[in-house]
């Protein structure tokens, strides 16, 4: 990281792949981090962090809720007193089960909808104006190779590939609609979390170490496209 400050705003950040990136951000006192999750005051890990090299600000954020999405705003305000958002990462999300087009529970695809989908695009919409007064000016939507029509994944886990999918075409839509921003599809491998279980290929570290890498280094030549944690760009 360079001398300069930035300030991160992370959803789903109190376990798995949020959880690591917060804490892999607060390793430097350069960035500030406004880490959301449902329940602040019973996220004991994050608390934990409090002593880090960078500043930590926890707020309550349920991203499948929007007036919660909504009343974050205000806590950030607060927080950041006229600062932007470098970064703001929509982490948090939800695979409720494996399932087929023909063999899924309707009330999960619209719940999986709502917290993968409809959550990363209401707060693009709330954070925007915090986006544009910042330097760095990043969005970064954390999809899933499982979304990637190019990449032929087959029938399983039909929903949560149905949502992600989705999330690439945001994306898509917003660097379109706002090109001086940079915004980019995000998948963080398979990894060993609460999502993917203890069979899955890299372990937290190893792939929230390569996020950073991309993240941090992509330019406004990138926006709108689909990468891996590796660096390497994905079919859509």
Same mark, same amino acid.
């Given at each position: 990281?360079?001398?300069?400050?930035?300030?991160?705003?992370?959803?789903?950040?109190?376990?798995?792949?949020? +959880?690591?990136?917060?804490?892999?951000?607060? #390793?430097?006192?350069?960035?500030?981090?406004?880490?959301?999750?449902?329940?602040?005051?019973?996220?004991?890990?994050?608390?934990? =962090?409090?002593? &880090?090299?960078?500043? =930590?600000?926890?707020?309550?954020?349920?991203?499948?809720?929007?007036?919660?999405?909504?009343? &974050?705003? %205000?806590?950030?305000?607060?927080?950041?007193?006229?600062?932007?958002?470098?970064?703001?990462?929509?982490?948090?999300?939800?695979?409720?089960? /494996? /399932? #087929?087009?023909?063999?899924?529970?309707?009330?999960?695809?619209?719940?999986?909808?709502?917290?993968?989908?409809?959550?990363?695009?209401? =707060?693009?919409?709330?954070?925007?104006?915090?986006?544009?007064?910042?330097?760095?000016?990043?969005?970064?939507?954390?999809?899933?190779?499982?979304? &990637?029509? %190019?990449?032929?994944?087959?029938?399983?886990?039909?929903?949560?590939?149905?949502?992600?999918?989705?999330?690439?075409?945001?994306?898509?839509?917003?660097?379109?609609?706002?090109?001086?921003?940079?915004?980019?599809?995000?998948?963080?491998? +398979?990894?060993? #979390? /609460?999502?993917? %279980?203890?069979?899955? /290929?890299?372990?937290?570290?190893?792939?929230?170490?390569?996020? =950073?890498?991309?993240? #941090? &280094?992509?330019?406004?030549?990138?926006?709108?496209? +689909?990468?891996?944690?590796? %660096?390497?760009?994905?079919?859509?």
């Amino acid at each position: 990281m360079s001398s300069q400050s930035f300030v991160w705003l992370v959803t789903g950040a109190s376990r798995g792949l949020g +959880f690591e990136l917060t804490r892999q951000l607060l #390793t430097s006192a350069s960035n500030t981090v406004i880490a959301c999750c449902r329940n602040p005051n019973s996220a004991t890990k994050l608390h934990a =962090l409090q002593s &880090s090299a960078g500043k =930590l600000h926890l707020i309550s954020m349920d991203v499948g809720s929007e007036q919660s999405m909504r009343d &974050s705003v %205000g806590m950030v305000d607060a927080i950041l007193a006229g600062r932007g958002i470098d970064y703001l990462y929509n982490n948090a999300g939800i695979a409720l089960t /494996d /399932d #087929t087009p023909y063999n899924f529970s309707y009330s999960e695809l619209l719940e999986e909808l709502k917290i993968n989908l409809a959550g990363p695009a209401l =707060l693009g919409q709330l954070y925007l104006p915090h986006v544009e007064k910042s330097q760095r000016k990043v969005i970064v939507n954390v999809s899933s190779s499982l979304g &990637s029509i %190019g990449s032929d994944k087959g029938t399983k886990y039909a929903t949560y590939c149905i949502t992600k999918t989705a999330v690439n075409m945001l994306t898509y839509k917003q660097s379109k609609t706002r090109p001086d921003i940079t915004v980019i599809a995000l998948d963080p491998g +398979f990894v060993k #979390t /609460d999502l993917a %279980g203890p069979n899955a /290929d890299l372990e937290p570290e190893e792939s929230i170490c390569g996020v =950073l890498k991309v993240v #941090t &280094s992509v330019s406004i030549a990138d926006t709108g496209k +689909f990468f891996g944690y590796n %660096g390497r760009e994905l079919p859509w």
